[in-house]
Structure formats: C-alpha cells, structure tokens
C-alpha cells in the first residue's frame, strides 16, 4: 500500500524558501499526479500544485510565480518549492497522489507544519 | 478560479440521521467533483469521487450524487466516527479549488 511522507524545516523565515520533499513508499511516482495542498491552521485547504509523472506541472495562480514543484522518480520523491515567504505561508502542508482519471487525490501523507517567523 | 460553496457551514446530527450536505461550482465542473472527510489531526480521507462513485474502503452509508453545478453528500445513517468536516472539491480545472467546509457535529 503506497504511502507518502513529508520531510523539511517547520520553520521559516520570511523572505526565505520553504523546501519539502514527499518520499513515496510502497508503490512508484512512474504514474499519477503528485501534489502539494496546504492548510493555515483553524482554516480551509488549499491546492498548491501538481507534477504529473511525465513532468508537466500545474500550479495555483496565486502562487504561481512562487512555487516549483519537481520530481525524482530514480528516488521515488517530488519536492515543493515556495520562495519569498511570509506569516500568511504559515500551514499544515500535505504531498498527496491524484488519479488520472478524475483527478481525485486519493492518498495523503500525515502533513507538516511549516511555520514562518523571524 | 472556480468557486466551490458548501452549506451548511454547520450542523448537529443525532446517531442514526439522516444527513445532506451541498455543494455548488460557480461554474459547470461536470463530474469532476470530489468529497473528503477530515477528523482533527488528520489528514483528509476521499469518499467519494466522480460525483457519485464511492472510494474503495469507504463505507456505504456514505453517498454522493450531482453534475454540472449542484451536488450533494448524503450520510444514511450517521455513525459516530462520522463526526468530522467535509470538503467537496472541483477536479475539472486548475487551480483545483474545495468548498470551506462543514462541520458536522453531534447533537
């Protein structure tokens, strides 16, 4: 059963990158849509972006001149990249899988807290 | 960027009710719609998909139902363990956009 890990600082500061990577176990990133959604905390979620296994990449506009999303499928790993951040970056970060029929993001990993504060 | 509005934003529900929750683009997604369940500390856990398909281990009391712009969860029975929030979310373009949630909690 494929299962997904988030790895990176819990804490930032502002006008810094913010840098994860999601390590995929149990199954292969050579197939489906990976993707990064965010949560401030008490609040809603937020799609972030994804890379399809083929290297196309889709992202938020809101964040779009920002964020970088890339994958390593020798290390079976994608990585999110957020430059220029500030308090309002502040969130629960999820890497999840979606389908590519549908699109529907069926597995999850557990999140982490990143953090921005000088 | 498509708007996604859940409502209610809340709701108490007895064991044993029967619960609906709606959700409603602001623009035609046709199928593409997706309904999660959240409990606190965790992660998301998808439900339902394509509208009305049920995700494999999801319980069957759980049940969606739409297209184009209006669709709709509905819980026959709810469980106590079915006591969490609940996004939908828009699949059919990018940015993929979820509703703000409802809260279901126990009467």
């Known amino acids: 059963q494929v299962q997904l890990q988030e790895s990176g600082a819990g804490l930032v500061k502002p006008s810094e990158t913010l840098s994860l990577t999601c390590t995929v176990s149990?199954?292969?990133?050579?197939?489906?849509?990976w993707t990064w959604i965010r949560q401030p905390p008490g609040k809603g979620l937020e799609w972030i972006g994804n890379?399809?296994?083929?290297?196309?990449?889709n992202y938020n506009p809101s964040l779009k001149s920002r964020v970088t999303i890339s994958l390593d499928t020798s290390k079976n790993q994608f990585s999110l990249n957020l430059t220029s951040v500030t308090a309002a970056d502040t969130a629960l970060y999820y890497c999840?899988?979606?389908?590519?029929?549908?699109?529907?993001?069926?597995?999850w990993g557990q999140g982490t807290m990143v953090t921005v504060s000088s | 960027d498509i708007q996604m509005t859940q409502s209610p934003s809340s709701l108490s529900a007895s064991v044993g009710d029967r619960v609906t929750i709606t959700c409603r683009a602001g623009?035609?997604?046709?199928?593409?719609l997706n309904w999660y369940q959240q409990k606190p500390g965790k992660a998301p856990k998808l439900l339902i998909y394509?509208?009305?398909s049920l995700q494999s281990g999801a319980p069957s009391r759980f049940s969606g139902s739409g297209s184009g712009t209006d669709f709709t969860l509905t819980i026959s029975s709810v469980q106590p363990e079915d006591f969490a929030t609940y996004y939908c979310?828009?699949?059919?373009?990018?940015?993929?956009?979820f509703g703000q949630g409802t809260k279901v909690e126990i009467k």
């Open positions: 979310q828009q699949s059919y373009s990018t940015p993929q956009t």
């Open positions: 890379i399809h296994y083929s290297g196309n990449t």
């Open positions: 999840a899988r979606a389908g590519n029929s549908w699109y529907a993001i069926g597995v």
């Open positions: 623009q035609t997604i046709s199928r593409f």
């Open positions: 149990g199954g292969s990133t050579s197939s489906y849509y």
């Open positions: 394509a509208a009305s």
